[in-house]
């Protein structure tokens, strides 16, 4: 959290206004959660790599 006071701190220094420098790195933040790659877990992992190794196995 204090990262986050430190560069709102740095945009009211800079003149923005307080509320607008909280509503752009509130939506810097948004941003960057939205495009993070999402965790697999390590069964789906696992789940993943079974499946392509017997996709060529085919039972009749």
Known sequence: MSEIRALI???IAAGVDPI????????AAIHGAANAPKQR???A????????NNASQVTL
């Open 9 to 11: 701190e740095q945009f």
């Open 20 to 27: 607008e420098a909280a509503e752009v790195v509130a939506r």
């Open 41 to 43: 877990s390590v069964g």
């Open 45 to 52: 992992i696992r789940q993943e790599r079974y499946r392509r």
